[in-house]
């Protein structure tokens, strides 16, 4: 494999808080020998273990680049024993587009990794965070949100894991992270993931989805900025004690968690996030919109849970997420 050509423009281990960027050259029609520069901040404080934070991994998801802008430039480096890779929005070009996908390349960087040296923009992305910023990390935090087409319940989630004593650590960040609601999160689509590519080299990797609709609120923004310092502590990173936060834990046993739409309408929402459904339950309705005098759709609960996930604009189209349940466990 050729190195990557991303450069780090930042001082990974010398002591103090060092604001720098990541220069991945962009050859394009209005800058020949352009590049494109991703805000970093790297923390250090003798030695000790290094956290990997990472927001805007999707460019339209908020609280995860709120938090760590605020993280990187209020932490207290005294506070602080070991070091702290801040990147607040990793997939930059899509953060600065305010777009889930690169404009570049339409490239989904969650779906990218591991990544390739010789890709587009994306997978030069996941590629250098891969060979090197993850061999480098303890523990790994990648914020999320929904985004522009989804809302959640705000919680911090991590996987079921082969290695159970490495799973048991995963589970152990997410309660240290003391979100509202903590997941055990089944995926639809594993491949590609940041998650899947940390969780094979063995790190302790915590994923959280906060809210969403391509925005953030003031209560979310709050959730991510305590949790990331939480999640801090209980590493040992930063000074003190997480604050025990009262959280309800949310299983995701099998795909009958996940609604997806059959038809293109108008979306009448019949139960809202963290609302309790029962099996066969109708939880919402698509409304054909090319005619009047038609019956809506209904989608039905397919199990008891409550409602973690939904679609967020008015229309879906056939095939779009509409709900996602959780079981309380
Ligand atoms: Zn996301």
Known sequence: M???????????DADGIHHGFLRMPYSRDDSAWGSILTPITVAKNGD???ALLTGGNHGDEYEGPIALFDLARNLDISEVTGRIVIVPALNYPAFRAGTRTSPI???NLNRSFPGRPFGNPTEKIADFVTRNLLPM???VLDFHSGGRTLDFLPFAAAHVLDDK???????????????PYSVKMLEIDAVGMFDTTAEAMGKVFVTTELGGGG???????AIAKR?????LRHAGIVKGEPEIRATRWLDMPDERCFTFSEIDGLMEPLVDLGETVREGQPIGRAWPIDRTG?????????MDGILAARHFPGLVKAGDCIAVLGVLD
């Not at 949790?227 to 999640?231: A, E, H, P, S």
């Not at 038609?294 to 397919?302: F, G, I, L, N, V």
């Open 2 to 12: 050729p190195p990557s050509p991303v450069v780090a423009k930042v001082e990974f």
């Open 105 to 107: 390349d339409r490239g």
């Open 165 to 179: 004593d490495q799973e048991a650590a995963c589970f152990a960040a997410v309660r240290a992270f003391g979100a």
């Open 215 to 221: 925005t953030a609120s003031a209560r979310t923004a």
């Open 48 to 50: 000790g273990p290094t």
């Open 294 to 302: 038609q019956d809506p759709y209904t989608y039905t609960a397919k």
């Open 137 to 139: 990390a303890d523990l």
């Open 227 to 231: 949790g990331v310092r939480d999640l």
